[in-house]
């Protein structure tokens, strides 16, 4: 049997009458750039999110770069952030000139290591980019120190962790900005591209607001110069559909995890997610496992049409785009095992019982 990666289909599926109608509505009102839809969902993830304010932007690679642009980042500061990441993460540091500062992870959960970070800082860090890999919150306790002892302001990457809980605060309202993606992947994810950040203060609300409009404060005045990066008034009409059962879907996908976790933990080679304490809801973006011998393991699956992907296969330290920045291909060895090692199987909301076997038979065959 074959088992894909992702289905979008049968969300649309589940979804489609009121779907249907909620397009058909952007379309008839015709309001499609910053349309009623848009502040709707703005309010509904902020209030998700436990944060003051929202701002739908194109993508979660925009809300990356106008969040950092309203942090103060300007060319030649230097951004903190993991070596371990989908590229956006450090793209957007090196697209407003500054330069991405990569810090090892932790070889447990693969997020960024605090301890160390301090290290890392120089009189030039203007800020300090957690990611929340696979949909687990990256240590922000003693990020928020460090963060708060040298004056820098922190940016949350929580494009794979929408609804994700740290010791009960959620993903994005504990550093100063938080960073949503809709890609379609995503937890929750709308028919295209798009994107939110979630702030604390009024200073920075209007500051990406004003950011996403081509930096006018008001219509045609310019104090500063922006970009185009506006949620489509269609996919937050989509998203606001989908969004009520975003918490039911995570719930599914720990309770695949689960069933992962029991079925693959004694294996020889396999090692399966470390969930932390202090993570007290872990929304599993991704399921990812090391594998001591991956490439037998891939072929298997593969072989059986079973879906994998490994995220991530090059650490930002080796890529081609970033040799300007002189990293060894040593540094950062704890990243370095994990991009030899993870691999990451089907675990999204609808996957069934017998499709999950497939993959589980299919694991513990090629492991032997
Ligand atoms: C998906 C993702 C992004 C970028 O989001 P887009 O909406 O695709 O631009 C940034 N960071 C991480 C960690 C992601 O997974």
Redesign the pocket.
């Known amino acids: 049997m074959a088992v894909p990666l992702l289905d979008l289909s049968r969300q649309y599926a589940y979804l489609k009458p009121e779907m249907d109608e909620a397009v058909i509505k952007v379309l008839t009102h015709g309001k499609f750039i910053l349309g009623p839809e848009v502040t709707e969902l703005e309010k509904k993830v902020a209030s998700l999110c436990n944060a003051d304010y929202a701002i739908g932007v194109a993508?979660?690679?925009?809300?990356?770069l106008l969040a950092l642009r309203a942090a103060g980042v300007e060319p030649g500061d230097e951004v903190i952030t993991t070596d371990f990441?989908?590229?956006?993460?450090a793209g957007v540091i090196h697209r407003l000139g500054a330069k991405p500062v990569f810090v090892d992870i932790e070889g447990d959960t693969y997020n960024i290591d605090p301890n160390l970070i301090e290290a890392a800082i120089t009189d030039k860090t203007k800020a300090i980019v957690p990611?929340?890999?696979f949909g687990q919150v990256a240590d922000m306790d003693p990020i928020m120190e460090i963060a708060s002892k040298h004056g820098l302001k922190v940016v949350e990457?929580a494009?794979?962790a929408i609804g994700a809980e740290y010791k009960d605060r959620m993903a994005g309202s504990i550093g100063d900005f938080g960073?949503f993606?809709?890609?379609p992947?995503?937890n929750l994810g709308a028919g295209g591209?798009?994107?939110m950040i979630v702030v604390r203060s009024e200073e920075n609300y209007n500051m990406c607001r004003w950011l996403r409009v081509h930096g006018a404060k008001r219509k045609y005045f310019n104090d500063m110069v922006g970009y185009n990066s506006r949620l489509a008034t269609i996919q937050a009409a989509i998203l606001l559909v989908k969004l009520p059962h975003l918490r039911k879907w995570s719930k599914q996908r720990i309770e695949h995890a689960k069933k992962y976790d029991e079925a693959l933990a004694g294996l020889s080679g396999v090692v399966t997610p470390v969930v932390k304490e202090s993570s007290t809801f872990h929304i599993y973006?991704q399921y990812t496992v090391a594998l001591s011998n991956r490439e037998q393991v891939q072929a298997a699956l593969n072989e059986a049409g079973v879906g994998n992907c490994i995220y991530y296969p090059v650490p930002f330290h080796k890529q081609p785009c970033f040799e300007y920045l002189g990293y060894q291909p040593d540094d950062f060895p704890v990243t370095n095992k994990a991009c030899s090692e993870v691999l990451s199987i089907p675990v999204y909301p609808e996957l069934t019982g017998a499709e999950q076997d497939e993959v589980i038979d299919t694991i513990r065959e090629a492991v032997g």
Do not use: E, I, R, Y
């Open positions: 993508s979660g690679t925009d809300a990356l990441s989908f590229f956006a993460t990611v929340h890999l990457d494009a794979q960073c993606s809709f890609f992947s995503k591209d798009g994107g973006n």
